[in-house]
């Protein structure tokens, strides 16, 4: 794995600057946050941007999310270390990865072929064995690994797709953006006696999640 010292200190400025001070204060999340090389998942012509406070391309029309809403959707579903947990759109494979330290098994879905096996060759690369890659459309969940403790989404959605909280086990949370194509609201769903019960988070923008239970191809 690439180890620079400048890379290094890049991180612990990004944890510091826009993950801390914006007030994430889960230490397993700082922590893993710290720990994974998010320039292992940047396409190599972005590399020195990876520690920036913005997304980046990645290719295929396609971003890696902003450090700042990583750790904050993480951070949202409370993750203790034992949990199955769900995440559409791959990408990178940078929030896979950060799920998978915090979790005990990661199942993460990507519709574009190319972005699943770069995402897994990138885990690869940070010595990550507790992720399985999926090349399917989410929208419909991956019913073969539920039920799940929780499910993340990583692209913009017009709203909850049905089989993703009929896949979240009792006492699950699903963090999903909801809203039209330009702009989002992170929503945090719990299944609570078989309920769902929703809270608005911040506001985002997401590429658009493209499926059955989400948005047509334009
Ligand atoms: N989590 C990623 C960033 C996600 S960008 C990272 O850490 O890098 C959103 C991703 O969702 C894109 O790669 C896009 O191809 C994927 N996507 C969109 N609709 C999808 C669907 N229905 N199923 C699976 N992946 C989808």
Same mark, same amino acid.
């Given at each position: 794995m690439? #180890?620079?010292?400048?890379?290094d200190q890049a991180r612990e400025r990004m944890v510091q600057r826009q993950i801390e001070a914006r007030g994430v204060s889960d230490q397993r999340v700082l922590a893993a946050m710290r720990e994974i090389p998010r320039?292992?998942?940047?396409?190599?012509?972005? &590399?020195?941007?990876?520690?920036?406070? +913005?997304?980046?391309? /990645? %290719?295929?029309? &396609?971003? /890696?999310s902003q450090p700042y809403m990583v750790a904050i959707m993480t951070q949202l579903l409370r993750l203790t270390g034992n949990? #199955?947990?769900?995440?559409? %759109?791959?990408?990178? %494979?940078? &929030?896979a990865a950060i799920l998978a330290k915090l979790a005990n098994w990661v199942y993460t879905v990507e519709r574009i072929p190319e972005l699943s096996e770069m995402a897994r060759s990138n885990a690869v690369e940070c010595g990550l064995s507790n992720i399985t890659f999926i090349i399917a459309d989410g929208t419909k969940g991956w019913p073969d690994g539920a039920p799940y403790d929780a499910i993340i989404v990583t692209a913009g959605s017009p709203g909850i797709p049905g089989p993703l909280f009929d896949q979240l086990s009792e006492g699950g949370r699903l963090v999903i953006p909801v809203g039209d194509r330009f702009s989002q609201t992170l929503k945090v769903v719990e299944k609570i006696g078989g309920v769902e019960r929703i809270r608005d988070?911040?506001? +985002?923008?997401?590429?658009d999640l493209v499926g059955e239970y989400g948005w047509s191809e334009l």
């Open positions: 690439v #180890r620079s010292p400048n890379f320039h292992v998942f940047a396409v190599k012509t972005n &590399q020195d941007r990876s520690y920036d406070d +913005c997304p980046l391309p /990645i %290719g295929f029309g &396609q971003t /890696i949990e #199955r947990v769900l995440e559409l %759109g791959t990408g990178s %494979g940078y &929030q988070s911040l506001d +985002c923008r997401f590429v």
